[in-house]
């Protein structure tokens, strides 16, 4: 009964390297969400996405961050050269279809982050 | 542009008195509203929702509380313990669209 995972929970990164954070949704969720947290601060939300389709994306970075959800693996958050203002906590969340969401229930489940820190 | 936001930064409470957290939002649009709980080191823990066509909730021990008229949304917890001693987020959903928009955080430290 596996929640949300997230790997690796804890990514060192210098200037100018290239940094993959990984998601795997709940079983049964179709549905992944990416949300970058600084320290003292709210999640911020960067992008949404479906198997193989972004849905959307309006707060993501328009250079160096993309995202994929593809067919068969996880969700691949890639953050290219690195800087140090992309040090923060980096949260998955998964969702079933967007229909169902409007049922009683918890509309996103998290995973417990991926800490990427940039030196 | 979207917002949402917390009255109280830091809320100190002694263990066994009810704590109320609030929050203020600005989109009028959204349906949907969350509490979140977040623990040091992991991701937010739902806790509980409520729809627009409410005005109150009940779980156990919490009670969302929204008052659309002033835009704004509350959690109460009864008996507080120290293990509700975390980070609470309160989180909305517009109606068009699915994402969450996130509060800053209220910090909960319970006093034993």
């Known amino acids: 009964n596996a929640g949300v995972m997230q790997n690796p929970r804890h990514l060192v990164r210098r200037r100018g390297q290239e940094a993959r954070l990984r998601c795997s949704p709940m079983?049964?969720?179709?549905?992944v969400y990416w949300y970058r947290q600084l320290p003292e601060e709210g999640l911020k939300f960067m992008v949404y996405l479906q198997k193989e389709n972004i849905i959307d994306e309006s707060g993501m970075p328009k250079e160096r961050f993309s995202a994929e959800f593809p067919k068969e693996g996880p969700s691949i958050l890639r953050i290219q050269q690195v800087v140090r203002g992309d040090s923060a906590a980096y949260f998955c969340a998964s969702s079933p279809s967007y229909k169902r969401q409007y049922a009683y229930n918890s509309p996103l489940h998290f995973g417990n982050g991926t800490r990427l820190t940039v030196t | 542009g979207e917002s949402v936001g917390l009255h109280l930064p830091t809320l100190s409470v002694q263990e066994g008195d009810n704590s109320i957290i609030n929050c203020a939002y600005s989109n009028s649009a959204s349906d949907y509203f969350i509490w979140y709980k977040q623990e040091s080191g992991k991701g937010p823990q739902f806790i509980i929702d409520i729809r627009s066509n409410m005005d109150k909730r009940q779980g156990q021990r919490v009670t969302v509380l929204l008052n659309k008229t002033v835009k704004h949304l509350s959690l109460q917890i009864a008996a507080t313990q120290p293990g509700d001693s975390a980070v609470y987020f309160c989180?909305?959903?517009?109606?068009?669209?699915?994402?969450?928009?996130f509060g800053a955080g209220t910090i909960l430290r319970v006093k034993s």
């Open positions: 079983k049964g969720h179709s549905h």
């Open positions: 989180a909305e959903r517009p109606y068009v669209g699915n994402k969450l928009v």
